[in-house]
């Protein structure tokens, strides 16, 4: 089970940090994603991280901003979003694969997201 925080309402130039719990053992087995879903949109991907933690991987609108990061200690992942911005506003997922990547279908557990909304 996954389950995401840390959404809410912010400024165009602001901060948020969402954060994943993942219940169970097996967290390090998984590779970890965040995708958003805006609405009339199609979800897309936000960023990816291997087993590990040693590789990341980000979509080209969000590179430079927002840093995904994991603990496999405390079964968490988190997103730290950076100079936000009004097309960022969407509802965040936290997703656990076998592997690191860009395509939703990789995924096998998904939460219930998170409302990230960033005011002009």
């Known amino acids: 089970q996954l389950l995401e925080s840390g959404g809410g309402l912010v400024q165009a130039g602001g901060s948020l940090r969402l954060s994943c719990a993942a219940s169970?053992?097996?967290?390090?087995?998984?590779?970890m994603g965040w995708f958003r879903q805006a609405p009339r949109k199609e979800r897309e991907f936000v960023a990816a991280i291997t087993r590990s933690g040693g590789s990341t991987s980000y979509a080209d609108s969000v590179k430079g901003r927002f840093t995904i990061s994991r603990d496999n200690a405390k079964n968490t992942v988190h997103l730290q979003m950076n100079s936000l911005k009004p097309e960022d506003t969407a509802v965040y997922y936290c997703?656990?694969?076998?592997?690191?990547?860009?395509?939703?279908?990789?995924?096998?557990?998904w939460g219930q997201g998170t409302q990230v909304t960033v005011s002009s």
């Open positions: 997703a656990a694969g076998k592997y690191a990547s860009d395509a939703s279908r990789v995924y096998e557990y």
């Open positions: 169970g053992r097996t967290f390090s087995s998984y590779a």
